[in-house]
């Protein structure tokens, strides 16, 4: 066993140690990745009411699922946030500010490397992912955020006709994202 490691590690829900700096297939665990994305709030918690990553992420895949998209593009919108298990919801502000640590990028990408690996779907992710989960987020400031009028929604931001946000407890959240995932991948870990 190596025991030469990058960075430091965090305890998951799933009680394995697990290095977000360099993460290996066998310390990630579908549980923690459901547990925790159902414990995280988008929007850095400036929401209405609790909404947690998983929810989006069940809104993203239930919109890839009902439009025709394949089982492979369905796959990779229910993980599409999946490392934020292990380094948090960063705001998108600052993620795609010129200036965020590239560290925190590097980190992200090879964390989604490896959980691609492990549950064999796609990434990087097709590019109809990135429309589809801003639409998501349309929907999302017009529901959710106290004052979206305040928020100009460019078209790409524009809401998702019938979409309704639920703000699931994290119980729910966690387990219908779980739900989706077997459905998809046929099997738990």
Known sequence: MDVTRTGDWILTFMNQ??????????E???????????NI???NGHTREFYSVAEHSCNVHDIAYGTEHTLEDCRCALMHDASEA????????LKLHE??????????????Q??????RFKWPMPDFLGELDDRVLGTEFQQLL??????????????YPGLYIHCWNP???????????????GFAR
């Open 114 to 119: 490896v959980i691609s690996q492990k549950y």
């Open 28 to 38: 990630i665990r579908i549980e923690d990745i459901a547990h925790a994305l159902s």
């Open 86 to 93: 292990y380094l948090c919801d960063i705001p998108r502000p």
């Open 146 to 159: 106290p004052s979206h009028g305040a928020v100009h929604l460019t078209d790409r931001l524009l809401p």
């Open 41 to 43: 709030c988008r929007f």
């Open 17 to 26: 140690a697990m290095y977000p700096l360099d993460p290996r297939p066998e």
């Open 171 to 185: 119980i729910v959240a966690e387990r219908e994202f779980l739900h989706r995932f077997r459905r998809l991948f």
């Open 99 to 112: 200036g965020w640590p590239q560290m925190y990028h590097d980190a992200e990408e090879r964390l989604m």
